[in-house]
C-alpha cells in the first residue's frame, strides 16, 4: 500500500509540475502580448488632425481595417 501512496504522489508531484509550467508559459505569453501593443497618444499641442494622421501611420499594422483604425483614432 505505501508503494501506491509513494507512486500516486510522484505521479501527483509531476502533474503539478506540468501544470505550473503551462500556467508559467501562458503568462509569459500574455505578457508578450502587452508588451507587443502599439499604444499612440496625442501629444501636447498637437492637432486632432495630425493626431489622426500619425495614430493612422502608427497603427497600420495593428488595426488592418482602415475605418475601425479611423473609429480608434477619434476616439481619444
Do not use: C, W
Amino acid at each position: 500500500m505505501a508503494l501506491f501512496y509513494t507512486t500516486l504522489s510522484a505521479k501527483l508531484f509531476r502533474l503539478h509540475k506540468q501544470a505550473k509550467e503551462i500556467i508559467m508559459a501562458e503568462n509569459t505569453k500574455i505578457l508578450l502580448n502587452k508588451s507587443d501593443l502599439l499604444e499612440v497618444y496625442p501629444q501636447k499641442g498637437e492637432t486632432k488632425s495630425d493626431f489622426i494622421n500619425r495614430f493612422m501611420r502608427a497603427t497600420s499594422s495593428e488595426y488592418t481595417d482602415v475605418k475601425q483604425r479611423y473609429a480608434v483614432a477619434n476616439s481619444y
